[in-house]
């Protein structure tokens, strides 16, 4: 059984700096997109950013320059990298992969972790 743990969620001050991490575990044959996505408060889940198994990012524009996705394939890991953190980016961050397993392709998520911006 797939399952996706995050983990470096929050409490920071506005201009601060966090580390989420994301790793799959299971029987995985193989890994394709793996990224990041937010819910914050009252709002619907968003992109935030997503890398392909060929090491092509997206960012959403919000976070261009100041956030960063990177992988440990050899883990099956995920991690953003958030500098510059503003109120808004306060949302509950969830980890996201498409994976192969036996079963077949599949999209999983994360259970999410909460990241809160605030003075």
């Known amino acids: 059984q797939v399952q996706l743990v995050e983990s470096g969620g929050g409490l920071v001050q506005p201009g601060g700096s966090l580390r989420l991490s994301c790793a799959a575990s299971g029987s995985i044959f193989t890994t394709y997109d793996m990224g990041w996505y937010r819910q914050p408060p009252g709002k619907q889940r968003e992109l935030v950013a997503v890398?392909?198994?060929?090491?092509?990012?997206n960012y959403a524009d919000s976070v261009k320059g100041r956030f960063t996705i990177s992988t440990d394939n050899a883990k099956n890991t995920v991690y953003l990298d958030m500098n510059s953190l503003k109120f808004e980016d306060t949302a509950v961050y969830y980890c996201?992969?498409?994976?192969?397993?036996?079963?077949?392709?599949?999209?999983?998520w994360g259970r999410g972790t909460q990241v809160t911006v605030s003075s």
């Open positions: 996201n992969a498409v994976l192969r397993t036996y079963q077949g392709r599949y999209t999983y």
């Open positions: 890398v392909t198994s060929g090491g092509n990012t």
